[in-house]
């Protein structure tokens, strides 16, 4: 009965590998990997394995979370109110621009490439 538990605890705490794979894709893809740890990972994989939800103050589990639809709250902090944050950079010369000038006029002033928003 005891080992049956056990078995039963390891297959609800322990996520999918392809959950696993997927989560590490979009933390991959939203620039947040270096910042997780293994165990964020494995929660993250959790929540979307079970379809559950993540209590957490960590920025990037919550980014990461939201990339994935995963349902959270924060447990002090306010959370994230946008998913990203952008920066205006040229495409010539690497120029950043400040993000609040004009993006209507897209050009860059010292090479004239199209300045372009981009994920910081
Ligand atoms: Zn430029």
Excluded: F
Aim: charge should be negative; charged fraction near 30%.
């Amino acid at each position: 009965m005891h080992i049956l538990l056990d078995q039963l605890e390891i297959n609800i705490l322990t996520p999918d590998n392809d959950d696993l794979k997927r989560i590490e894709n979009l933390a991959k893809a939203t620039g947040d990997i270096n910042g997780l740890s293994p165990v964020d990972l494995d929660v993250l994989a959790l929540a979307m394995s079970i379809d559950g939800g993540i209590a957490t103050d960590d920025h990037r589990v919550q980014n990461v979370a939201e990339s994935a639809g995963i349902y959270w709250i924060p447990v002090i902090g306010e959370g994230i109110s946008e998913k990203w944050d952008w920066i205006m950079k040229c495409r010539g010369c690497g120029k950043i621009w400040p993000s609040e000038m004009d993006i209507v006029s897209r050009e860059c002033d010292d090479c004239g490439s199209e300045i372009r928003l981009v994920r910081k």
